[in-house]
């Protein structure tokens, strides 16, 4: 057919250059209306291609293409192709649509990632499927079953302005060869005897064998490789003269199969003879079958240019039939060897050796130097030329790997530095999965793959594309555009770096098609390499060719034995991933694949997963985990389910994390194409439609889980039907009633739905698939109609910020309606229902699409996840909404009898459940397993006893009457006692309402003798941040699995292991009458921890890491149920009368509406007012600067004022606090000290009432506030006053402040000017708080230890330095030690002073975790830390995320030393420095001999002489001693005053590099409350296992 386009075409095209060049006309007003198809209908085969000419970036989106059977000539164009019907099927994006709907997601190449140049076409097959071709490349099946007749569909939209058909026919030959493999799978599959491979017979074998030895040749292994007899047409195995001496690795067979089969597609090419071009000659008698090709005409077999004029073989010739035309053998392969091929440059890097004819790369001495590795390649690349390399070898001595780039230096011009990242002009690289240009870091996360992550036989590609983008390939897989605009000529650059010693170049770019290449040549050699192994059947007999099995290629991790039904993980313990294994063969339809869980390891988190992928097991590279793949993978993880990567359901089914050896797990498609799970023989429910056939079964050995096998048919569960039983999904377009659908007190969705919804957790939950590409079609609706007075309610699970700004921005919509199911035509939107239907749309009431009110009681649009929201019609007929359990008010009035509860799952709102609730006398959940363990949603049943008493840590917020508490920010501070002492045998129990996965850890229980009523009244201030270290009184504590008595362990592997506990857990504590404690976790007595506890004690628990709210569910006495209280944010000090309506859920302060603050007109006499009284200066002299706001301070409202300006003229700084009176007829004093009446003032660190101080050590010194400070107030539901610095809780400063009060500011001595920045700051406790202090993201940070902590590179207006004269005076005394500038970080912000009044300031904790696995490490409190520089490739942020923390005391002496050597010397090591010297030195200080070891008794000498090493320590109580750290005198140039000194390091240490150890020093008592003596010092001896981050000074 002609490669034309039709005269016919959407209304913005404009045609030109014959009608085969579209441009859409008015490009940047217009991004649609640009549809162009075929001038005539497609042959089969002939691929249809269009290049792309013009894009513009105006819009999202870009081409689409496909296929219609409607005729161009009488067809109506619409806007754009997706809005095509009656049999179109359309690529748009990396989906596949027909008539509009997606049937396939993460189809091919993404099409809206194409770039100007880039071609595209699209093609129907003999069989019927459509395939998308693009830049050559097949990207396989999008669709099957089409019809004849189909027109091409092109459609110019978004960016996508102008293309240009290019070609209308068949592919090429080379690009037939993904279709001929194909053709061959089915075949095989047919069993019919003729195999094609690679476009070669097997007739014809013997050339393909003349490659191989060809190819072997090149790599000097030419007499070693066997020559096949022509009459071995399919021989049963290798020849008997391959010995095993001989056998090639599997790096170097790589290399031959890779060679043979470029020659054989380069003699395709260039024409002539068999083979599909004759470029290799077959023995046509005139040569033995012993003989070997030569050389001839086309260059020698090493590829030399000096020989590429001709050049003899060393034993004969092999002659080309006659007339064929086609070049010598060795032609072939000399063409495909010289200078034109990409090789290494031959200048490289000074520790490289090149081999293999510059094709492999090498650093020598690699357990010595870990870079001078560079290597460029030896021709600048073509455009769109790959260049691809794979690692043979990696060494785990150090960090960071290979960096791969392009440069516009010449190789023969550039003197190579150490590193391609010190290269500060014309250099892109990819470093990790970032993206550096001349160095810097333009791209912090180009790709998911990091390539410091990347293991031994994983491919590395890059390619400069005609339009100027740089592209980088990972495993074959584009990681998209890297860099937009590289000059034209550029060289690729490959740095050995670090753990990277070995690559070797990779000519056969194409991952997929070389691994199938080469597995169809290893199937020509012998027929049992390659293929899956004779399948078996579900029998037991292992004879029936149909049984499933475990493949053979499996995880690097992972190992097959028991004949392939059994998979392990050898060293489970060693390694938590890396253990994916899939079946030999597809799974058929309604096949169940089940397997066993035969061994678990306790040692990590997570456990098996399961799943199905369209990817053959002998062909795929098996990532870490199934997770990491991104196309053809369905997985149930935990309980949820993942579909290439991403989450599709959040909770569905058993989680797959708590099954125990002896479980199974089973996983099996349906013939209509649905995805169902089983766990121990319960079927799951549908988990994903639309899945395509032949898909493998996978397991991934993750985590917990070590060992699997596959189960037989006998032991398999029941196949799951369409029917009302079992805890079924419904599935689009398959109805199936819902079990309970007709019972009297079941509510549940219905099966019929909108498009896009899905139903799951038998009727309980329904979500919208695609939730990002998809904003509506979504709408449910109830399985039966409501009854008078009965309450439908549902909570928001799940919400995406995706149509956040945007017309589809609402959220979700709720109502009734009078159509029955059946007769619903589900339309987009609920709005579009248009007869007997109520609703409430945000805050409008809407009667069949009409808005009937505005205004309604509240806002749909504002709920968040966790929100609840109820309808009900009551007996009158009028319909009540119940948000969160609190009645809004009659919406509309009139109601029929008979109405069905509707939910549109609309904008951004994902899934909901249905909360079982049965009417609005009882709003708590009802106890099904599947709300109840998923939300934090519980109210405290009426009649608890139990409360908690109101002394708590200071993150604790206490609700409902003291029947719940919940972590308001951080990981720790979170303790809470009983309200009394329990009785013998009293059970006091809690249920876990909420959990926060960022941290790590969890809830700790047990029972103290700390009376919480003998605490202070301010005991936050003194209390520990963590129950194990609660030890003023005698506490017993369970903490994990491990039972700890006043922090010290007494026992392991007790019970179950806390940390393991999810929301809708208990966890209970008694104390029984033989003095034991016993832990009860859902009922379950977990038996004795702890013996001869104490009669009088409380119930003391710590909502520690993971566990941030809990509720009281026990209960010893029970009271009147009319009594109790509805959970509120009030408390029994709050003003008679009052009362909070908005009950709080999960533990979450109420949500209410912000005042908008401002300073009230009556202030001091010295106080100027501006920006509409938002700033307050004072204008003379240091005091009458009082000022307060025109509003009172709602409770929960935080009020925040930032510090503007200081004036170091004057001494102390400004107070703040709140005024129980109306201020506007106030007569203000000088200083607010002088206020004595209702009056809770701030003040240093100090808290004062009417001008009596009732607190001290509270919170940072204000004195010390810089400037730039964002102090707030705020006071809580139970009347507390808490104080914010940088948006930190510095935990309760007041009780029983009154309402209303007023915030109150004194702008005394050095601060003269404040600016109020609180009136868009959402209540607290609210999702939209966007302050992050810095302390809390050093906690979440350095827990997971995936990113570095702010405190190590502070804000600039959050590190004190400006003020602190501390950290000056340590300043100057490093000033005096004469230190070269060039050792320290030149930008002074990342100097941190760990002063009491700085890390108060910033709010740091005292203890943190870093590294992998994670380990405790102290902050060095008291010390001051002066940044190090850090060498270019020892990025802390990267490279040594996964190392500890520890600290190395020292002498003055060595530090230069230790500095000039960049890390730790044995010989610096303090321990041999710890005499000190009175005698003053030049500078002004005194410092002892170095290397003295006076102290230390004389056969700890010897021992440190024989074994160097290093002493480190993860805290400086110890590493800060004086034996460790000498002091020495100096004088202060400033002061004049004498002072003693002190100097360590705070260095990053690997894991692995050293030995933990007990103290040497002898002592008795505890060094550090968090470390255990005989755990506090660390010893190394590797060199390279330290870096020095910084210098710590103390000064005293």
């Given at each position: 057919?002609?490669?034309?386009?039709?005269?016919?075409?959407?209304?913005?095209?404009?045609?030109?250059?014959?009608n085969r060049t579209a441009q859409r006309n008015q490009p940047v007003q217009e991004f649609n209306h640009g549809l162009v198809l075929s001038r005539e209908p497609l042959?089969?085969?002939?691929?249809?291609?269009?290049?792309?000419?013009?894009?513009?970036?105006?819009?999202?989106?870009?081409?689409?293409?496909?296929?219609?059977?409607?005729?161009?000539?009488?067809?109506?164009?619409?806007?754009?192709?997706?809005?095509?019907?009656?049999?179109?099927?359309?690529?748009?994006?990396?989906?596949?649509?027909?008539?509009?709907?997606?049937?396939?997601?993460?189809?091919?190449?993404?099409?809206?990632?194409?770039?100007?140049?880039?071609?595209?076409?699209?093609?129907?097959?003999?069989?019927?499927?459509?395939?998308?071709?693009?830049?050559?490349?097949?990207?396989?099946?999008?669709?099957?079953?089409?019809?004849?007749?189909?027109?091409?569909?092109?459609?110019?939209?978004?960016?996508?302005?102008?293309?240009?058909?290019?070609?209308?026919?068949?592919?090429?030959?080379?690009?037939?060869?993904?279709?001929?493999?194909?053709?061959?799978?089915?075949?095989?599959?047919?069993?019919?005897?003729?195999?094609?491979?690679?476009?070669?017979?097997?007739?014809?074998?013997?050339?393909?064998?003349?490659?191989?030895?060809?190819?072997?040749?090149?790599?000097?292994?030419?007499?070693?490789?066997?020559?096949?007899?022509?009459?071995?047409?399919?021989?049963?195995?290798?020849?008997?003269?391959?010995?095993?001496?001989?056998?090639?690795?599997?790096?170097?067979?790589?290399?031959?199969?890779?060679?043979?089969?470029?020659?054989?597609?380069?003699?395709?090419?260039?024409?002539?003879?068999?083979?599909?071009?004759?470029?290799?000659?077959?023995?046509?008698?005139?040569?033995?079958?012993?003989?070997?090709?030569?050389?001839?005409?086309?260059?020698?077999?090493?590829?030399?240019?000096?020989?590429?004029?001709?050049?003899?073989?060393?034993?004969?010739?092999?002659?080309?039939?006659?007339?064929?035309?086609?070049?010598?053998?060795?032609?072939?392969?000399?063409?495909?060897?010289?200078?034109?091929?990409?090789?290494?440059?031959?200048?490289?890097?000074?520790?490289?050796?090149?081999?293999?004819?510059?094709?492999?790369?090498?650093?020598?001495?690699?357990?010595?130097?870990?870079?001078?590795?560079?290597?460029?390649?030896?021709?600048?690349?073509?455009?769109?030329?790959?260049?691809?390399?794979?690692?043979?070898?990696?060494?785990?001595?150090?960090?960071?790997?290979?960096?791969?780039?392009?440069?516009?230096?010449?190789?023969?011009?550039?003197?190579?530095?150490?590193?391609?990242?010190?290269?500060?002009?014309?250099?892109?690289?990819?470093?990790?999965?970032?993206?550096?240009?001349?160095?810097?870091?333009?791209?912090?996360?180009?790709?998911?793959?990091?390539?410091?992550?990347?293991?031994?036989?994983?491919?590395?590609?890059?390619?400069?594309k005609a339009s100027g983008a740089l592209h980088f390939y990972i495993n074959g897989i584009d990681q998209g555009v890297a860099a937009a605009q590289t000059p034209a000529?550029?060289?690729?650059?490959?740095?050995?770096?670090?753990?990277?010693?070995?690559?070797?170049?990779?000519?056969?770019?194409?991952?997929?098609?070389?691994?199938?290449?080469?597995?169809?040549?290893?199937?020509?050699?012998?027929?049992?390499?390659?293929?899956?192994?004779?399948?078996?059947?579900?029998?037991?007999?292992?004879?029936?060719?149909?049984?499933?099995?475990?493949?053979?290629?499996?995880?690097?991790?992972?190992?097959?034995?028991?004949?392939?039904?059994?998979?392990?993980?050898?060293?489970?313990?060693?390694?938590?991933?890396?253990?994916?294994?899939?079946?030999?063969?597809?799974?058929?339809?309604?096949?169940?694949?089940?397997?066993?869980?035969?061994?678990?390891?306790?040692?990590?988190?997570?456990?098996?997963?399961?799943?199905?992928?369209?990817?053959?097991?002998?062909?795929?590279?098996?990532?870490?985990?199934?997770?990491?793949?991104?196309?053809?993978?369905?997985?149930?993880?935990?309980?949820?389910?993942?579909?290439?990567?991403?989450?599709?359901?959040?909770?569905?089914?058993?989680?797959?994390?708590?099954?125990?050896?002896?479980?199974?797990?089973?996983?099996?498609?349906?013939?209509?194409?649905?995805?169902?799970?089983?766990?121990?023989?319960?079927?799951?429910?549908?988990?994903?439609?639309?899945?395509?056939?032949?898909?493998?079964?996978?397991?991934?050995?993750?985590?917990?889980?070590?060992?699997?096998?596959?189960?037989?048919?006998?032991?398999?569960?029941?196949?799951?039907?369409?029917?009302?039983?079992?805890?079924?999904?419904?599935?689009?377009?398959?109805?199936?009633?819902?079990?309970?659908?007709?019972?009297?007190?079941?509510?549940?969705?219905?099966?019929?739905?909108?498009?896009?919804?899905?139903?799951?957790?038998?009727?309980?939950?329904?979500?919208?698939?695609?939730?990002?590409?998809?904003?509506?079609?979504?709408?449910?609706?109830?399985?039966?109609?409501?009854?008078?007075?009965?309450?439908?309610?549902?909570?928001?699970?799940?919400?995406?910020?995706?149509?956040?700004?945007?017309?589809?921005?609402?959220?979700?919509?709720?109502?009734?309606?009078?159509?029955?199911?059946?007769?619903?035509?589900?339309?987009?939107?609920?709005?579009?229902?248009?007869?007997?239907?109520?609703?409430?749309?945000?805050?409008?009431?809407?009667?069949?699409?009409?808005?009937?009110?505005?205004?309604?009681?509240?806002?749909?649009?504002?709920?968040?996840?966790?929100?609840?929201?109820?309808?009900?019609?009551?007996?009158?007929?009028?319909?009540?909404?119940?948000?969160?359990?609190?009645?809004?008010?009659?919406?509309?009035?009139?109601?029929?009898?008979?109405?069905?509860?509707?939910?549109?799952?609309?904008?951004?709102?994902?899934?909901?459940?249905?909360?079982?609730?049965?009417?609005?006398?009882?709003?708590?959940?009802?106890?099904?397993?599947?709300?109840?363990?998923?939300?934090?949603?519980?109210?405290?049943?009426?009649?608890?006893?139990?409360?908690?008493?109101?002394?708590?840590?200071?993150?604790?917020?206490?609700?409902?009457?003291?029947?719940?508490?919940?972590?308001?920010?951080?990981?720790?501070?979170?303790?809470?006692?009983?309200?009394?002492?329990?009785?013998?045998?009293?059970?006091?129990?809690?249920?876990?309402?909420?959990?926060?996965?960022?941290?790590?850890?969890?809830?700790?229980?047990?029972?103290?003798?700390?009376?919480?009523?003998?605490?202070?009244?301010?005991?936050?201030?003194?209390?520990?941040?963590?129950?194990?270290?609660?030890?003023?009184?005698?506490?017993?504590?369970?903490?994990?699995?491990?039972?700890?008595?006043?922090?010290?362990?007494?026992?392991?592997?007790?019970?179950?292991?806390?940390?393991?506990?999810?929301?809708?857990?208990?966890?209970?504590?008694?104390?029984?009458?033989?003095?034991?404690?016993?832990?009860?976790?859902?009922?379950?007595?977990?038996?004795?921890?702890?013996?001869?506890?104490?009669?009088?004690?409380?119930?003391?628990?710590?909502?520690?890491?993971?566990?941030?709210?809990?509720?009281?569910?026990?209960?010893?006495?029970?009271?009147?149920?009319?009594?109790?209280?509805?959970?509120?944010?009030?408390?029994?000090?709050?003003?008679?009368?009052?009362?909070?309506?908005?009950?709080?859920?999960?533990?979450?302060?109420?949500?209410?509406?912000?005042?908008?603050?401002?300073?009230?007109?009556?202030?001091?006499?010295?106080?100027?007012?501006?920006?509409?009284?938002?700033?307050?200066?004072?204008?003379?002299?240091?005091?009458?600067?009082?000022?307060?706001?025109?509003?009172?301070?709602?409770?929960?409202?935080?009020?925040?004022?930032?510090?503007?300006?200081?004036?170091?003229?004057?001494?102390?700084?400004?107070?703040?606090?709140?005024?129980?009176?109306?201020?506007?007829?106030?007569?203000?004093?000088?200083?607010?000290?002088?206020?004595?009446?209702?009056?809770?003032?701030?003040?240093?660190?100090?808290?004062?009432?009417?001008?009596?101080?009732?607190?001290?050590?509270?919170?940072?010194?204000?004195?010390?506030?810089?400037?730039?400070?964002?102090?707030?107030?705020?006071?809580?539901?139970?009347?507390?006053?808490?104080?914010?610095?940088?948006?930190?809780?510095?935990?309760?400063?007041?009780?029983?402040?009154?309402?209303?009060?007023?915030?109150?500011?004194?702008?005394?001595?050095?601060?003269?000017?404040?600016?109020?920045?609180?009136?868009?700051?959402?209540?607290?406790?609210?999702?939209?708080?966007?302050?992050?202090?810095?302390?809390?993201?050093?906690?979440?940070?350095?827990?997971?230890?995936?990113?570095?902590?702010?405190?190590?590179?502070?804000?600039?207006?959050?590190?004190?330095?400006?003020?602190?004269?501390?950290?000056?005076?340590?300043?100057?005394?490093?000033?005096?030690?004469?230190?070269?500038?060039?050792?320290?970080?030149?930008?002074?912000?990342?100097?941190?002073?760990?002063?009491?009044?700085?890390?108060?300031?910033?709010?740091?904790?005292?203890?943190?975790?870093?590294?992998?696995?994670?380990?405790?490490?102290?902050?060095?409190?008291?010390?001051?830390?002066?940044?190090?520089?850090?060498?270019?490739?020892?990025?802390?942020?990267?490279?040594?995320?996964?190392?500890?923390?520890?600290?190395?005391?020292?002498?003055?002496?060595?530090?230069?030393?230790?500095?000039?050597?960049?890390?730790?010397?044995?010989?610096?090591?303090?321990?041999?420095?710890?005499?000190?010297?009175?005698?003053?030195?030049?500078?002004?200080?005194?410092?002892?001999?170095?290397?003295?070891?006076?102290?230390?008794?004389?056969?700890?000498?010897?021992?440190?002489?024989?074994?160097?090493?290093?002493?480190?320590?993860?805290?400086?109580?110890?590493?800060?001693?004086?034996?460790?750290?000498?002091?020495?005198?100096?004088?202060?140039?400033?002061?004049?005053?004498?002072?003693?000194?002190?100097?360590?390091?705070?260095?990053?240490?690997?894991?692995?590099?050293?030995?933990?150890?007990?103290?040497?020093?002898?002592?008795?008592?505890?060094?550090?409350?968090?470390?255990?003596?005989?755990?506090?010092?660390?010893?190394?001896?590797?060199?390279?296992?330290?870096?020095?981050?910084?210098?710590?000074?103390?000064?005293?």
């Amino acid at each position: 057919m002609a490669a034309e386009l039709h005269p016919c075409s959407g209304k913005l095209i404009g045609l030109s250059n014959s009608n085969r060049t579209a441009q859409r006309n008015q490009p940047v007003q217009e991004f649609n209306h640009g549809l162009v198809l075929s001038r005539e209908p497609l042959k089969d085969r002939d691929v249809f291609t269009v290049r792309i000419d013009k894009k513009v970036n105006s819009w999202s989106g870009s081409i689409e293409i496909g296929v219609t059977s409607l005729d161009p000539a009488g067809l109506d164009f619409p806007s754009s192709a997706t809005g095509l019907k009656g049999g179109s099927w359309i690529v748009s994006g990396c989906s596949v649509l027909r008539d509009g709907r997606s049937v396939l997601e993460e189809y091919g190449r993404d099409l809206d990632q194409l770039s100007e140049g880039d071609r595209v076409g699209i093609q129907r097959s003999t069989h019927g499927e459509l395939h998308l071709w693009v830049n050559g490349q097949d990207c396989g099946a999008a669709a099957s079953g089409l019809p004849t007749g189909l027109w091409a569909v092109v459609d110019l939209y978004g960016k996508c302005t102008q293309v240009t058909v290019v070609s209308c026919e068949p592919p090429s030959l080379a690009e037939r060869d993904t279709e001929r493999e194909t053709v061959e799978e089915r075949e095989q599959e047919d069993e019919e005897e003729e195999v094609v491979v690679c476009g070669v017979r097997e007739g014809e074998f013997g050339g393909l064998t003349s490659a191989v030895n060809l190819a072997a040749a090149t790599n000097g292994t030419l007499e070693e490789v066997p020559e096949l007899p022509p009459t071995h047409n399919r021989p049963d195995k290798f020849p008997n003269n391959l010995e095993p001496e001989t056998v090639l690795t599997e790096h170097q067979l790589f290399d031959v199969l890779n060679n043979a089969i470029v020659s054989l597609y380069r003699s395709e090419d260039n024409g002539g003879g068999d083979l599909g071009g004759g470029g290799i000659a077959r023995d046509s008698g005139t040569g033995s079958r012993g003989d070997r090709g030569s050389s001839s005409g086309g260059g020698s077999v090493n590829g030399n240019s000096s020989d590429s004029g001709g050049g003899t073989g060393n034993t004969g010739s092999v002659n080309s039939p006659a007339g064929g035309g086609g070049a010598r053998l060795g032609a072939v392969t000399g063409g495909m060897l010289t200078n034109d091929a990409l090789l290494f440059h031959e200048k490289c890097g000074t520790l490289i050796k090149l081999s293999n004819n510059n094709k492999t790369a090498e650093r020598r001495r690699p357990l010595d130097e870990f870079n001078n590795g560079v290597v460029m390649t030896n021709r600048p690349l073509r455009h769109n030329e790959m260049f691809e390399i794979r690692i043979d070898k990696l060494v785990d001595k150090w960090s960071g790997s290979i960096e791969i780039g392009v440069t516009t230096h010449n190789p023969n011009n550039l003197d190579y530095p150490a590193t391609m990242t010190n290269l500060r002009s014309g250099t892109i690289m990819m470093s990790g999965c970032g993206i550096l240009t001349n160095g810097k870091g333009t791209r912090r996360e180009y790709c998911e793959f990091s390539l410091d992550e990347l293991q031994e036989g994983d491919h590395i590609g890059l390619m400069h594309k005609a339009s100027g983008a740089l592209h980088f390939y990972i495993n074959g897989i584009d990681q998209g555009v890297a860099a937009a605009q590289t000059p034209a000529v550029v060289y690729a650059v490959v740095d050995l770096y670090g753990m990277a010693v070995k690559v070797t170049i990779v000519h056969n770019h194409n991952h997929s098609d070389r691994l199938r290449r080469n597995n169809a040549i290893m199937r020509a050699l012998s027929p049992d390499v390659g293929r899956p192994r004779p399948a078996h059947s579900l029998t037991p007999d292992p004879d029936t060719p149909d049984r499933l099995l475990f493949h053979s290629n499996c995880g690097q991790k992972a190992a097959i034995i028991s004949e392939g039904r059994t998979a392990l993980r050898p060293h489970a313990t060693d390694d938590f991933n890396h253990g994916v294994v899939l079946s030999g063969r597809p799974l058929h339809s309604n096949e169940v694949f089940q397997v066993r869980i035969d061994k678990m390891v306790d040692k990590w988190a997570g456990s098996i997963e399961i799943g199905v992928t369209t990817h053959n097991p002998a062909y795929l590279q098996l990532p870490s985990t199934m997770t990491n793949l991104r196309s053809g993978t369905w997985m149930m993880t935990g309980n949820g389910v993942m579909h290439n990567g991403t989450t599709i359901l959040d909770e569905y089914g058993h989680n797959l994390d708590r099954l125990k050896a002896g479980d199974t797990v089973g996983v099996v498609r349906k013939e209509d194409g649905s995805l169902h799970f089983f766990v121990n023989g319960v079927a799951q429910g549908p988990a994903a439609w639309n899945v395509p056939p032949s898909v493998y079964a996978v397991v991934d050995l993750y985590g917990q889980a070590a060992q699997a096998t596959i189960m037989d048919d006998v032991d398999l569960p029941p196949l799951p039907e369409d029917s009302s039983e079992g805890p079924t999904v419904m599935s689009p377009g398959s109805p199936c009633s819902v079990a309970g659908g007709n019972s009297a007190n079941d509510l549940r969705f219905h099966q019929l739905h909108g498009t896009n919804a899905v139903i799951t957790n038998g009727g309980r939950t329904a979500l919208r698939q695609n939730c990002r590409s998809e904003f509506n079609d979504a709408i449910v609706i109830s399985n039966r109609c409501l009854r008078d007075g009965e309450l439908f309610e549902i909570v928001i699970q799940k919400m995406v910020d995706r149509w956040s700004g945007s017309i589809e921005a609402g959220k979700i919509m709720a109502g009734v309606t009078a159509i029955r199911p059946e007769e619903l035509e589900f339309p987009n939107t609920m709005t579009d229902i248009d007869y007997d239907t109520w609703m409430l749309s945000g805050t409008a009431i809407m009667q069949d699409g009409n808005t009937m009110r505005n205004n309604y009681g509240c806002d749909l649009d504002t709920l968040t996840t966790g929100s609840r929201i109820g309808m009900m019609r009551s007996a009158t007929g009028d319909l009540h909404y119940y948000i969160n359990g609190v009645d809004q008010g009659v919406a509309c009035t009139g109601l029929p009898p008979e109405v069905y509860a509707v939910i549109d799952l609309y904008g951004q709102c994902v899934q909901v459940s249905i909360t079982s609730s049965s009417g609005p006398q009882d709003n708590s959940l009802c106890t099904s397993n599947i709300t109840e363990k998923s939300f934090p949603i519980h109210s405290p049943v009426a009649g608890v006893a139990h409360r908690l008493h109101s002394k708590h840590g200071k993150n604790v917020v206490l609700l409902g009457e003291g029947c719940q508490a919940a972590r308001v920010g951080g990981y720790s501070h979170g303790i809470v006692f009983s309200a009394k002492e329990l009785k013998t045998d009293e059970l006091f129990e809690v249920k876990i309402d909420k959990v926060d996965d960022q941290w790590s850890g969890s809830l700790h229980m047990g029972l103290t003798t700390l009376a919480p009523p003998e605490l202070p009244s301010c005991p936050m201030s003194g209390m520990s941040p963590s129950l194990t270290q609660l030890r003023s009184k005698v506490t017993w504590l369970v903490a994990g699995s491990e039972v700890r008595r006043n922090g010290l362990l007494q026992r392991q592997n007790y019970g179950a292991s806390l940390d393991r506990l999810t929301v809708g857990n208990r966890v209970g504590v008694k104390r029984c009458s033989d003095d034991t404690m016993h832990v009860l976790i859902d009922g379950e007595d977990m038996g004795p921890a702890a013996t001869a506890v104490a009669k009088n004690v409380y119930a003391v628990l710590d909502l520690y890491g993971r566990v941030t709210a809990v509720s009281i569910v026990s209960s010893s006495v029970l009271e009147d149920a009319g009594s109790v209280k509805a959970p509120s944010l009030s408390s029994d000090s709050c003003s008679e009368g009052e009362e909070d309506r908005t009950p709080v859920e999960g533990g979450e302060p109420a949500l209410v509406p912000n005042t908008v603050m401002a300073f009230l007109e009556n202030h001091g006499k010295n106080i100027q007012l501006s920006h509409e009284n938002l700033t307050a200066a004072r204008v003379s002299s240091y005091n009458q600067g009082l000022l307060v706001t025109a509003q009172p301070l709602p409770r929960q409202q935080l009020f925040q004022f930032q510090i503007d300006r200081l004036n170091a003229s004057w001494t102390s700084s400004l107070s703040l606090g709140v005024i129980g009176h109306s201020p506007d007829r106030l007569n203000f004093p000088s200083t607010a000290c002088c206020l004595k009446r209702s009056v809770w003032l701030l003040q240093r660190d100090s808290v004062f009432h009417n001008s009596l101080k009732i607190c001290e050590n509270y919170g940072p010194n204000l004195d010390t506030c810089p400037e730039g400070t964002v102090l707030g107030l705020l006071v809580d539901g139970n009347s507390c006053l808490h104080l914010y610095v940088n948006g930190m809780d510095q935990g309760v400063a007041a009780q029983d402040i009154p309402t209303p009060c007023y915030p109150l500011i004194d702008l005394y001595g050095q601060c003269e000017q404040v600016t109020i920045v609180t009136n868009n700051v959402a209540t607290v406790g609210g999702e939209s708080v966007k302050a992050r202090c810095q302390g809390d993201m050093e906690k979440a940070d350095m827990v997971d230890g995936i990113k570095e902590s702010v405190c190590w590179m502070p804000h600039a207006e959050v590190n004190p330095n400006k003020t602190c004269e501390y950290q000056a005076l340590c300043s100057r005394f490093k000033d005096l030690l004469t230190l070269p500038d060039g050792y320290f970080n030149e930008d002074a912000k990342y100097n941190l002073c760990y002063c009491e009044s700085c890390h108060k300031l910033r709010g740091d904790e005292s203890y943190y975790k870093r590294g992998e696995p994670p380990r405790d490490y102290a902050l060095p409190f008291g010390w001051c830390r002066f940044a190090l520089r850090i060498k270019p490739h020892c990025d802390v942020s990267n490279s040594f995320k996964q190392w500890h923390i520890a600290y190395h005391g020292t002498s003055v002496g060595a530090l230069r030393r230790t500095l000039d050597h960049a890390q730790l010397l044995s010989g610096t090591s303090s321990i041999f420095s710890v005499s000190p010297v009175k005698t003053e030195g030049p500078n002004g200080y005194s410092e002892p001999e170095e290397n003295s070891s006076n102290s230390l008794p004389d056969r700890d000498r010897e021992r440190d002489r024989e074994v160097p090493r290093v002493q480190l320590s993860p805290t400086m109580r110890y590493s800060g001693l004086e034996i460790f750290a000498p002091k020495v005198q100096f004088r202060d140039p400033r002061s004049h005053c004498c002072h003693q000194a002190q100097v360590g390091f705070q260095v990053c240490v690997r894991p692995g590099s050293y030995k933990v150890g007990p103290q040497t020093l002898g002592a008795i008592e505890p060094l550090d409350p968090c470390f255990s003596n005989t755990e506090i010092e660390w010893i190394t001896k590797d060199q390279g296992g330290t870096l020095l981050y910084g210098l710590l000074i103390r000064v005293e």
